[in-house]
């Protein structure tokens, strides 16, 4: 293992040990990253048939929420069957015959890792990887000898990279 002489040679180690550790996470972040991004597509979603039988008397609401279809709204009612855009509801026995488009199996799981949240197993992971990409920010300033052509450079597109980022964030909704 190499030497750690000062704050530089441990900044640029760490970062760079780090960095190979963290290879494998960053390629799954960042493709469940796009699919997120196209997540009101239907990009690279598959059609999948469910039938089954819940609870009785459910409002539009509840349907909606137990069902886990989002703005689920009901075209039609006749003798206690509820008619909606992805399937129906029968109020009366609880059966429900619906369709949805969902991703497969592993880039569902994929995206989940940017959904989670602190009661989730996925939450040590999601803290540790947020965590080490700050210091991949923190430690980059070390890779450069500050007085080089290189590290002032840097700063400069440092600096731009933050006025984008601030602009975009003010600019979005």
């Known amino acids: 293992m190499d030497k750690i002489k000062d704050t530089r040679t441990f900044m640029r180690i760490t970062h ?3 960095g190979y550790f963290l290879a ?9 990253g796009v699919l997120l ?21 459910l409002s539009e609401k509840e349907l909606g929420k137990e069902l886990k279809i ?18 129906t509801y029968n109020s ?20 989940k890792l940017h959904k989670a949240q602190s009661k989730d197993t996925l939450s040590p ?20 000898n500050p007085k080089t052509k290189a590290f002032k450079r840097g700063m400069i597109f440092t600096a731009a990279g933050l006025v984008v980022s601030v602009i975009l964030l003010l600019a979005g909704r």
């Open 16 to 18: 760079r040990y780090l």
């Open 24 to 32: 494998g996470i960053m390629a799954v972040y960042a493709v469940s």
């Open 37 to 57: 991004v196209y997540r009101d597509t239907d990009f690279l979603k598959q059609e999948k048939k469910y039938d089954r039988v819940i609870a009785k008397e």
């Open 70 to 87: 989002k703005g689920l709204e009901v075209e039609k009612t006749e003798n206690g069957v509820l008619y909606f855009k992805q399937g």
């Open 92 to 111: 009366v026995t609880g059966e429900a015959k619906y369709t949805k488009k969902e991703l497969p199996f592993v880039l569902d799981k994929m995206t």
């Open 125 to 144: 992971l999601n803290t540790f990887f947020g965590v080490s990409l700050f210091f991949f920010v923190i430690s980059s300033f070390w890779m450069f």
